[in-house]
């Protein structure tokens, strides 16, 4: 069993991430839409990067620090942007009311349209649409406003075609012309696309503003160690409404690169176990069976990641993931019976202690998981404030 287990966490932990930093182009800006004078819609166009996240230093005086750099362009992204009403379902196809957009306070949006180019030409590119949430920024004399979302790859071209996957972005929005978005994208069953060898370099390029940093971490179910706490449903064929479980977190990095004779490629380094990571996931109570990108299972959870340096605590981080969005797949290597999903999540962090006393910021997440037994592989990406440069090596 132990080494059934063993093979399964790898399957589950083989997948392509391509992490990118979208930033306005200046040859391609943004197209708004106003209704009666307000902001209703915005196609989004800019040009995404290479970005890189290298694993944390853990230890010393700092705790734990990290160093992010931005790369060439990886090709041109876009999407539409669109606030919606609080109970509107988003599906493939259905058209999105006009809302004004309210920069005052949080609202669902929806992103249609999605079409992430990866790779220099152009050629390789993922299409998609999601729902999301804006969270207002009090800045004097500024409009800004963040906004996270994430959503479910429905096609591809050149080397993503025939992929399934998902996405998650979050970052700055200065409307209607300024951000600077995270985009991650996953594919599941990657083939060709996964690598163990090395990848060209990212050369940095200069210039970018940065006030905050972003670290990176992978959780997972240690293996017949799991400790799984389910608060029943309503009656015996109803699901868990609540679900407590006892992750790891493990250091890890992720590249990816289209220059080389292998084309397309990424890599997705796993290191040691670095701390705890426990979680109580909650159900939503309009939680779809997850078959197929229209029912998605919607769930909210209250996350902490206690990282450790050896035996020695290093700091907390707090957080909320305000909503994960899931779907039943099939993954090589693992059986169908344990019901595989994937899935992505977003949310604010919420402060810590120790190292990441203070810490404010936010997070976004991709992974996969199986049901019974319970595995799971998810990579996270936190963005924290970080003016001074306090999580910077």
């Given at each position: 069993m132990a080494d059934d287990m063993q093979r399964w966490q790898q399957a589950l932990d083989r997948l392509a991430y391509f992490n990118m930093l979208a930033i306005p182009d200046p040859a391609r800006p943004n197209q708004p839409t106003y209704q009666n004078g307000k902001l209703t819609e915005v196609l989004f166009r800019g040009a995404a990067h290479r970005f890189a996240i290298a694993p944390g230093e853990l230890g010393g005086?700092?705790?734990?620090?990290?160093?992010?750099?931005v790369g060439a362009e990886a090709g041109p992204c876009e999407f539409r942007w669109a606030p919606i009403p609080q109970s509107f379902s988003l599906v493939a196809g259905r058209a999105v009311p006009p809302t004004p957009?309210?920069?005052a306070n949080s609202q669902r949006f929806a992103v249609t349209d999605a079409e992430f180019a990866i790779g220099q030409g152009g050629g390789n590119r993922v299409k998609g649409f999601g729902t999301g949430q804006t969270y207002p920024i009090h800045q004097p004399g500024k409009q800004v406003t963040r906004i996270a979302s994430n959503g479910v790859i429905t096609a591809g071209t050149g080397a993503l075609a025939n992929h399934t996957g998902m996405f998650v972005l979050s970052g700055l929005f200065t409307p209607p012309d300024d951000f600077q978005l995270n985009i991650l994208v996953m594919i599941t069953n990657p083939g060709a696309l996964y690598t163990t060898g090395e990848i060209p370099a990212l050369e940095p390029i200069p210039g970018l503003p940065r006030s905050s940093t972003f670290l990176s971490f992978s959780t997972f179910v240690p293996t017949l160690t799991s400790t799984i706490i389910s608060v029943p449903g309503k009656t015996?064929?109803?699901p868990p409404v609540a679900l407590t479980v006892s992750n790891r977190m493990r250091l890890c990095e992720t590249g990816f690169s289209a220059r080389g004779a292998q084309g397309l490629v990424s890599r997705y380094w796993i290191g040691p176990t670095v701390g705890e990571h426990p979680l109580t996931l909650e159900s939503s109570?309009?939680?779809g069976s997850g078959t197929t990108p229209d029912d998605p299972i919607t769930?909210?959870?209250?996350?902490q990641f206690y990282l450790q340096d050896g035996?020695?605590?290093l700091g907390t981080l707090q957080?909320?993931?305000a909503e994960i969005r899931g779907f039943l797949t099939p993954l090589d290597g693992v059986p169908a019976d344990m019901q595989t999903q994937m899935f992505a999540g977003f949310g604010p962090v919420n402060g810590g202690d120790g190292a990441f006393a203070g810490a404010q910021g936010f997070q976004i997440n991709l992974g996969t998981g199986t049901s019974v037994p319970h595995l799971t592989s998810i990579f996270y990406v936190f963005e924290l404030a970080d003016p001074t440069g306090r999580f910077r090596s």
């Amino acid at each position: 069993m132990a080494d059934d287990m063993q093979r399964w966490q790898q399957a589950l932990d083989r997948l392509a991430y391509f992490n990118m930093l979208a930033i306005p182009d200046p040859a391609r800006p943004n197209q708004p839409t106003y209704q009666n004078g307000k902001l209703t819609e915005v196609l989004f166009r800019g040009a995404a990067h290479r970005f890189a996240i290298a694993p944390g230093e853990l230890g010393g005086s700092h705790g734990f620090r990290t160093a992010n750099a931005v790369g060439a362009e990886a090709g041109p992204c876009e999407f539409r942007w669109a606030p919606i009403p609080q109970s509107f379902s988003l599906v493939a196809g259905r058209a999105v009311p006009p809302t004004p957009f309210d920069p005052a306070n949080s609202q669902r949006f929806a992103v249609t349209d999605a079409e992430f180019a990866i790779g220099q030409g152009g050629g390789n590119r993922v299409k998609g649409f999601g729902t999301g949430q804006t969270y207002p920024i009090h800045q004097p004399g500024k409009q800004v406003t963040r906004i996270a979302s994430n959503g479910v790859i429905t096609a591809g071209t050149g080397a993503l075609a025939n992929h399934t996957g998902m996405f998650v972005l979050s970052g700055l929005f200065t409307p209607p012309d300024d951000f600077q978005l995270n985009i991650l994208v996953m594919i599941t069953n990657p083939g060709a696309l996964y690598t163990t060898g090395e990848i060209p370099a990212l050369e940095p390029i200069p210039g970018l503003p940065r006030s905050s940093t972003f670290l990176s971490f992978s959780t997972f179910v240690p293996t017949l160690t799991s400790t799984i706490i389910s608060v029943p449903g309503k009656t015996p064929a109803d699901p868990p409404v609540a679900l407590t479980v006892s992750n790891r977190m493990r250091l890890c990095e992720t590249g990816f690169s289209a220059r080389g004779a292998q084309g397309l490629v990424s890599r997705y380094w796993i290191g040691p176990t670095v701390g705890e990571h426990p979680l109580t996931l909650e159900s939503s109570s309009t939680s779809g069976s997850g078959t197929t990108p229209d029912d998605p299972i919607t769930d909210s959870d209250v996350e902490q990641f206690y990282l450790q340096d050896g035996n020695r605590r290093l700091g907390t981080l707090q957080v909320e993931t305000a909503e994960i969005r899931g779907f039943l797949t099939p993954l090589d290597g693992v059986p169908a019976d344990m019901q595989t999903q994937m899935f992505a999540g977003f949310g604010p962090v919420n402060g810590g202690d120790g190292a990441f006393a203070g810490a404010q910021g936010f997070q976004i997440n991709l992974g996969t998981g199986t049901s019974v037994p319970h595995l799971t592989s998810i990579f996270y990406v936190f963005e924290l404030a970080d003016p001074t440069g306090r999580f910077r090596s």
